[in-house]
């Protein structure tokens, strides 16, 4: 009885031996594999028998374990397959792939996305009416309201003068008719 | 003429705290310069020991009439106001006045009295209006501006119909 090397052996395999130690890896029972490979059970069980033989007699659980370790490591990104054996056979190992680059991309004070409002939007209706009451029409506010204003204040000017002068003149006549 | 004094007097004092209660700076400038001028002619005429005269000018009054019409010119010009042009304008009736029986030395004593010193008595009114005006626009629409604006309005900013569709 030969016995071989842990790994060793199993780059010889056929596919119908790989395909059945691949289930058989995966915790399947002989019954379930002769199912998924629709081959007779005793078939099944004859090539894990085979398998067995092969590796020096191991129990079904030691050539599942093995098989496993021998797919990760061949499939591992270090190792990488074995040197001119092309194989169909993919192994993912589930534990996270080492990588080398280990920088992240992620915004940080140097990559200068800086979120700002950068546009004010007044919600006010330009068709609302002013709040602020109009006190004073248009044309006695603004630039020119200086001389609007000061023609104002002389035209009250001129009617407060024109009021007095006829008022007085009315006082005038009156005490001039009383007197007579 | 003492029941025109006291009637002055209690005006005065009344617009002197509606100013410092509701007003805003055009009231409170405008009720300073007519207690100024009220003081200044009593500390004039006890001075002088004499009370007005109007058979010839004044200049204790002139100086005063000048002075006020000044400010509330100066006030008229700028405030986001309609009746400081009122005050000014009677205020300057009063200024003519001095000028005109200055020229005119047959101008009637009456009518000098009544250019000099009725004015004074409708600026109280006009006072009183433009603070009751003033208290309550503010009321009804909050604190709006004291002074007038120094430039014309944008011609976009004018009150604009509403988006139709």
């Excluded at chain 1, 374990?65 to 092309?86: K, N």
């Excluded at chain 2, 009677?90 to 009637?108: L, T």
């Amino acid at each position: 009885m030969t016995t071989m090397e842990p790994g060793a052996g199993f780059s010889s395999l056929t596919d119908k031996q790989a395909a059945v130690l691949d289930l058989l890896a995966d915790g399947r029972t002989s019954k379930e594999i002769a199912t998924v490979l629709d081959l007779s059970e005793s078939a099944v069980n004859r090539r894990i028998e085979l398998l067995r033989t092969r590796f020096g007699g191991i129990t079904r659980l030691e050539l599942a374990r093995r098989y496993r370790d021998w797919t990760v490591t061949e499939t591992s990104p270090e190792t990488g397959l074995a040197g001119g054996v092309e194989s169909d056979r993919q192994s993912l190992p589930l534990a996270a792939m080492a990588v080398n680059d280990q920088k992240l991309i992620e915004d940080g004070q140097s990559s200068g996305l800086v979120f700002r409002d950068s546009l004010a939007i007044s919600v006010d209706q330009s068709w609302n009416p002013a709040t602020e009451p109009k006190v004073v029409p248009r044309v006695l506010d603004g630039e020119d309201a200086v001389l609007t204003r000061a023609a104002v204040i002389a035209i009250i000017l001129v009617g407060i003068l024109a009021s007095l002068v006829l008022g007085l003149a009315a006082a005038g006549s009156l005490t001039e008719t009383l007197g007579r | 003429m003492g029941w025109m004094w006291i009637f002055s007097t209690v005006t005065t004092l009344l617009l002197v705290a509606a100013a410092l209660r509701w007003g805003a700076g055009p009231e409170r400038i405008c009720v300073a310069v007519i207690i100024a001028t009220n003081v200044g002619d009593h500390i004039y005429h006890f001075v002088v020991a004499r009370d007005a005269i109007y058979t010839s000018v004044d200049i204790g009054h002139l100086v005063p009439d000048l002075f006020a019409a000044a400010i509330f010119t100066g006030v008229a010009l700028r405030a986001n106001r309609v009746y400081p042009l009122w005050i000014s304008a009677f205020q300057f009736v009063s200024v003519i006045s001095h000028f005109v029986r200055e020229v005119d030395g047959h101008m009637g004593i009456l009518a000098y009295a009544m250019m000099n010193y009725m004015p004074a008595n409708f600026i109280l009114l006009i006072m009183a209006g433009g603070i009751w005006a003033h208290a309550r626009r503010e009321r009804r629409y909050g604190p709006y501006r004291q002074w007038r604006t120094s430039s014309n309005p944008l011609p976009g900013t004018s009150p604009k119909s509403p988006p139709t569709g």
